[in-house]
């Protein structure tokens, strides 16, 4: 069946990148979009941004724009999502979500990946 | 800041009723743009639980329900069980924003 595996958790200084992976399996990876979205320790989940894994086109929320860069690599059927210039307020697991599209609801979610920045 | 309001904590006891608002406006559910539900249980990625405002996936039960009016949707929990305390959120899309949303998150406690 169709799933989203994360790579595993980060621990990054104040300042640095973090780039994590999400790979599909067991559905046709480029008819479908992939959205990312973070929850903080104790907080609720927050949208950062959306790619099409068809075309590549991206969509990111405001707050991200700038820092942040989603991509994805059809042959291994794998997006990435790189969050840089890190803070501690960037502490946070991090889903990779798949949507049929643009207006569907996040059917399929990645383990999540957990984040955390501490010098 | 969520743009989509909901209730921090809902509780009831085993086989009772509960029901969680999510209140937007007129740039998202006013819109007309879709409301969904995700369970998320502790510990655990969240689930998707209600799609395009009533539709349920395969496998959801049909206890859960969801609606939507106006500004708002809502989600209804009957008969409800242990297994169903966890968080529980809405999501839209907000023009206004170019963004989906989610609403601020609700703990249903079962007594």
């Known amino acids: 069946q169709a799933q989203l595996v994360q790579t595993g958790a980060e621990v990054k200084k104040p300042g640095a990148s973090v780039t994590v992976s999400c790979k599909a399996s067991g559905y046709s990876f480029t008819s479908y979009y992939v959205h990312w979205v973070r929850q903080a320790p104790g907080q609720g989940l927050e949208w950062m941004g959306i790619?099409?894994?068809?075309?590549?086109?991206?969509s990111y929320a405001q707050k991200f724009r700038g820092r942040v860069t989603m991509t994805r690599d059809t042959p291994t059927k794998t997006v990435y999502m790189e969050l840089r210039s890190l803070t501690s307020a960037d502490t946070a697991v991090y889903y990779c979500v798949r949507a049929p599209g643009e207006s569907e609801p996040f059917d399929i979610w990645g383990q999540g990946t957990m984040v955390a920045v501490s010098s | 800041q969520s743009v989509l309001t909901q209730p921090p904590s809902v509780s009831g006891a085993p086989g009772q009723r509960a029901t969680i608002s999510c209140t937007g406006s007129s740039s998202n559910i006013g819109a007309g743009y879709d409301v969904h539900w995700y369970q998320q249980l502790p510990g655990t990625a969240p689930k998707l639980l209600v799609y395009g405002d009533n539709k349920r996936p395969s496998g959801v039960p049909d206890r859960f329900s969801g609606s939507k009016s106006g500004t708002s949707g809502s989600l209804a929990i009957t008969g409800l069980q242990a297994e169903d305390e966890a968080d529980y959120y809405c999501q839209s899309y907000d023009t206004s924003l170019s963004a989906y949303v989610f609403g601020t998150g609700t703990k249903v406690t079962v007594l």
């Open positions: 790619i099409n894994c068809s075309g590549g086109s991206t």
